[in-house]
């Protein structure tokens, strides 16, 4: 089997809520898939110490199934672990569960640097302006009539509705032009 098994018995407190749970069985890929070792005969809380707190509703999900019958299937984030996993927990009989999982940690890393790119992709064109259309310019002075009929420098004009700055120089045409004795 490629998918992680756990079979586990739950553990209850005298007012009947969930506490922790017993590994009964596992298979080979629940120790290469999660790295844990020897945890048959094991509460989870001590193959995994401090689970109840970091994963309140993994244990209150596994308790459910148990109890109720009904199976679940979720993504969950495993802190202690610091993995990924999709879990599918059935009840074969009152009080016990059957956990098979796949880690997923790969695909939900590559999720979030996709949803990190699609979110400066954004901001990046949120930023981007666009000219398009007809523009009119002056055919001697080169100043251009902007959308209240204001003629303006068209270096101005840029600033204004693209975001670019201007630096100046001469090219070397203007240069002999204006400047003959150089």
Not at 57 to 65: D, G, Q, S
Request: glycine share 6%.
């Amino acid at each position: 089997m490629l998918d992680g098994f756990a079979y586990c018995k739950m553990i209850f407190d005298s007012k009947g809520h969930p506490t922790d749970f017993l590994y009964l069985e596992i298979n080979s890929a629940f120790e290469r898939l999660t790295g844990l070792k020897n945890v048959v005969g094991r509460k989870v809380s001590e193959v995994i110490p401090g689970i109840q707190e970091s994963e309140p509703e993994l244990i209150k999900t596994y308790a459910r199934v148990a109890v109720t019958g009904i199976p679940e299937r979720f993504d969950l984030h495993l802190t202690a672990l610091d993995m990924w996993l999709t879990i599918s927990v059935y009840s074969p009989k009152k009080g016990f569960f059957v956990a098979v999982f796949e880690n997923i940690t790969k695909q939900k890393k590559a999720e979030f640097e996709k949803e990190e790119l699609i979110k400066q992709l954004k901001d990046a064109l949120s930023k981007v302006k666009i000219l398009s259309g007809l523009l009119p310019i002056c055919a001697s002075c080169k100043k251009i009539r902007d959308e209240k009929g204001h003629w303006n420098q068209l270096e101005y004009y840029f600033v204004r509705h693209a975001d670019i700055a201007f630096s100046h120089g001469i090219c070397p045409e203007c240069l002999k032009k204006f400047y003959k004795s150089l």
